[in-house]
């Protein structure tokens, strides 16, 4: 019977270690650019810009915000914490960013409320399996069971064209909840957006994105 290695850090700490604020809040401008860039792309591109391309404006965010994570990590300084992915889904025919930290895995996901888990995925739940913890009851904490690499999510949702929430934290081994302690919405702290840098989306930035949906395309197409 294989053994389980135990640690004694809590989800705030492993939160803390693996995301301190100087890293997380690094997250939050990225996030709201993605906004603009996917409102901007709808409206630049003809058979998107009408009521049925604006149903999947949501998808549209997903992709641009996993866009500017890849961004973070290759051209805004996050490359000696960080490497990345781009990972296709169990059946092949959706590609992700994957997030590689030191000791963590991370993707972003777009939901509905802060509250909310993304949509059950087999790739995210085989990643979930990973956050098993146990309650010790001699010190009244919850303590880590270190076999494989924690999961982190990185959940964000609109309000008009703005993200209205950006959550961190790791979901419980089935995702269908969050493990205490181990949560926090990045707009509670503080961080710093150039508005500037926000609001005025440049032709490359847009020429940018779509070479890098055409990359997914293709990514799926040879899956």
């Not at 409102?39 to 998107?48: E, I, N, Q, R, S």
Request: proline share 5%; hydrophobic share 40%; charged share 25%.
């Amino acid at each position: 019977m294989n053994s389980i290695k135990v640690s004694s850090i809590s989800p705030e700490e492993l939160l803390n270690a693996e995301f301190p604020w100087a890293i997380r809040s690094r997250f939050v401008q990225p996030i709201f650019r993605a906004y603009r860039l996917a409102d901007a792309l709808l409206k630049d591109v003809p058979w998107l810009n009408w009521q049925l391309g604006k149903d999947v404006k949501g998808q549209l965010r997903r992709v641009a915000v996993d866009f500017e994570i890849k961004k973070l990590v290759e051209i805004e300084g996050l490359s000696s914490k960080f490497s990345y992915k781009i990972s296709p889904n169990v059946a092949e025919n959706c590609h992700h960013i994957v997030l590689h930290g030191e000791r963590s895995i991370l993707t972003s996901n777009f939901v509905q409320s802060k509250n909310r888990s993304p949509r059950h995925a087999l790739f995210r739940n085989n990643y979930g399996i990973s956050n098993q913890y146990y309650w010790d009851f001699d010190n009244g904490n919850l303590v880590a069971c270190i076999d494989q690499t924690p999961y982190f999510l990185l959940t964000h949702g609109p309000a008009g064209n703005e993200p209205q929430f950006i959550m961190l934290g790791m979901p419980t081994p089935d995702l269908r909840a969050w493990i205490s302690g181990s949560r926090i919405n990045l707009l509670k702290e503080p961080y710093v957006v150039d508005t500037n840098s926000v609001e005025h989306i440049e032709e490359e930035e847009l020429t940018a994105l779509k070479d890098f949906l055409e990359d997914v395309r293709l990514n799926e197409e040879s899956s």
